[in-house]
């Protein structure tokens, strides 16, 4: 059994012995030649022990062979973090030849070494290591006075555990976090180099060894420094600036830098401190290259115990804001002490560094700037919701022990002197009275605009991300599994070209029967009358002979794959008048295409380049967005389901079609055509984002956040992945996950004149996703009150309008256009709003208004069919036809010169209706309306036959219009004819 921090619960004590062995030294060069005795003392906090006096042997070596041991109480989280960061000291020391008079022997360093002891937190039992002796008087000096390359003096150190110091099912949960304190800029005018040499500077921060343990992690001893060489600032360095031990008590010279550790530099926008936007450029890099700082360049390690990592979530989670103590203390002349050490500890201020990056997702490193604010002993209680303060000002002192290897306890009075200073500094603000005047020396942080560097990484996210990979394969079990793909031998076109074939045979048979019968005739001008009598003759021969069956046998095999090939006509009809429309469809393409083969077989056919369908899918998506306008959405159906058939395998097809459901209320079947397209693309970012909309609506909120989260590893660039999942996380209540991805999404954002949330709503709004366009604008409105643009209010509207909530759409767009009066885009959107609600002459006011502006509004093709329309409307049909020729010129369709039909036969043209109409019906022939309308052209101009067919067929598609049909029966009185059922 074991408690938070991992150590089991009992009442033994237990201990684990670090045995540290010295084995031998090379390299070693004394003062006065190669010639060396020395010997070398070991420290851990306290002096361990000395090795034997040793000579230099014959093969440069100098045998010791000393052991020192470490006791370590396990179940103490110091004793663990002090193995983390404290260091094993060896000072090799030379005994110098003693003089004749002297009484003792004299000695001289050689050089001082340092033995990381944290791996064995990492589950290491022993490890074998030559340190190296780092002097400035032996190889170094040495190398650089005669540019000889002489060997670094080495000591072999072999290390040992009587047991684990943490168990591998511990360290599996625990954490080992490292601490980097940069500098601190832009400092107060009365902090110069000049007048600050009696003095130390101390950045301190409290971090949890376990959830009852706190540890005051102090950066060491900072010095002012001037300001660097010119282009020589931090956030570019020239050369490479070495990080410090923050545990350096007793080190000199280069043993106080960590191997293969330096300031690194960086980028002021990936920063993630208090001043790292635009704005803060040009002051930070004055600050950074201009002026004087205090230097740390220190770093200190700490190792987490599960108890620890937890408890450490928890603060941050509650805080967000970690606090760092700043002052200054003067350095201890020795005269005087006692009471006066009261006043060693001045200018106080605190630095609150946000940590709440850590809590995102696969974080394991921050860095940023944070400004230095006067230490106000209320604001920081209320700020760390804590009622007693924990006392880090005096931070942490390196004589302070946790191991039994003793030592003296110089960290108590030290913590003491801290605790004091702080009673000093609570008790002076009461006496003060109000806010800043609680710490009036501190103020000068506030007043130079002071900020400290800092940087704090972790081994491991305390917040696992899942991997990419995991995502996929969660995206891949929602998907639709489907089966590689059967290679079709004939498709559509390899239907037509055989059925091609097949008529040109038969017309070749058929030839060779009239040769046979009628002989081979030069004679072109044969009379009708002939012809037809021989056309008579064959027929009856081809009938009776039994030849004709035997031609149509040949054909229907063709037939039947054109069926399937290129109408996908597979089941049976279910009703009567499905099976006549698609007959008569059938046998206007069968005729069509008949043409085709015999003309190829006559070499008759026109060279030129055959004119494109009118319905590939580009037209068809516009026919669908026309329909939708109109709100025709049985129409618009329609034209998304053709266009889906003519080819199942379009990704974008399927996605076109789930907003489409997702517009008209069909949720499950959105979701359905969601997973289609990610079944053909799995990385299609946008069906990501919308099937993890759909699963949101559907209260699925673990299958939404796993495709929120996929469509960022598949665009980790994209900042609507990471802004809808910063909404996701707003409406679950994940505060520190919204605040993270809002940060990404602000990273790869770059449009000037808008914000992450008024894109992802426009975006949003067209894939009619409208729960999360409210929460964008709501953000928006959160993020920037008081700057509120036309944007915003626009888009405000258009979530209303669609909706259906039109005095508040019409109320956010009239502030719009007080914005902006001169942005078309206001003005269009009212005349949508006016228009919905059936005012149609201010719509027309607001459309007109808007088309008259010099730049162009968007969707113009919307604006003119609805002033179209209302031209219509208001019996103002030279100005209709007008306006539905422009449609006609930018996007011809069926609805467009249905428009130009109507108010051309309203103006008496009724040939140019008729030219229109049937453009109308080229481009569907199931309009309704558009065969009303060629049915009362046609009674105008007498056609009996074709009339009676369109009013026939207008029926048949399903004509509703009532006023269109009393119009068509009264003039059909008129004319007394056009109905074949009376």
Known sequence: MADKGGAPVSD???TSTIQIKVVQAKNLRGVKGDSVTAYARVEFGKTLGETNKAEIGPDGITKFNFNASIEVNLDDPSAIDEICHRLVLFNVIEVLPKEKKAREEKTAPIGQG??????????????????IIHSGTTAETVAANTGQNISQPELQVEVSVTNPLVS???????????????????LPDTWQPSNNATHNYNAVMTVPLSDTVDVSVNAGAGAIRPAPEKNMDISSPQKVIPRRYASSNGLTGAVVQIPNSSVESYVYEEEDGDIKTKEHHSFRK????????????????????PSATDTLQER???????????????????????????????????????????????VTRIKGAALVHPYIESEVLERTKKTTRSGTVSGEDSGQQRVSSGGSRRGVSSAKKGAKDSKKAAKEPAEGGEGEQKNQEAQIYTEARSYVVVEIVLEKPLVSKRPPEELAAKVAEYIPKRSSLTKHHCGADEAVSEYHKQIGDVANLVLNEYRQKFGVSNESADSDELSDERKRALIYDLNSSGKYFAFKERLKQSVVKVVREKFFKTSAFQKEEELHQFLSELYVFLIEQMHKGVSHVFSLQNNAAPLPSPLDEESLIHFAKEAELNQNFELAARYYQERLAMDQNSSASWFDYGCFSLLVGNVSKAGECFRECLGLDQHHILALLMYGVVCMMEERYDVAETFFEDSTCVQPDNYLAWTILGLFYDTRDNDIGAEMAFLEANKHFHKEDSSIFLSSAATLLDLHAYSLVESALSHELLSSPKTLNQEYYILLAKLHMAKGELTEAEGYVKQATVLNHTNPAGWALLGHILYLGGESKGARDNYERTLSYEAPAPDTHSIRLRLASIYLQLQQYSAAKKMFLLACRDSASCITWLGVGISCYRLGELSEAEQALSEANILNNTDPEVWGYLSLVCLKTSRKLEAEQSYKYALRVGLKDADLLGEIKSTQKEVGFGDAGF
């Open 12 to 14: 033994e004590k237990r």
């Open 316 to 362: 941050i989670a509650k805080c967000r804001a970690w606090p760092m103590e700043i002052f200054r203390s003067s350095l201890s002349s020795g005269a005087k002490k006692g009471k006066d050490d009261d006043t060693a500890t001045s200018c106080h201020g605190i630095a609150w560094i946000n940590l709440a990056p850590l809590l995102y997702p696969g």
């Open 114 to 131: 340092v033995l990381d002891l944290s791996s064995l937190l990492r589950g290491e039992n022993g490890f074998s290591q030559w340190v």
């Open 168 to 186: 591998a099912e511990v360290y599996s949960v625990s954490n080992h976090m490292t601490i980097r304190v940069d500098s601190v800029y832009s």
């Open 286 to 305: 004055e600050a950074e290259t201009d002026k004087a700082r205090v230097t740390w360049n220190s770093e200190r390690n700490v190792f987490l115990l």
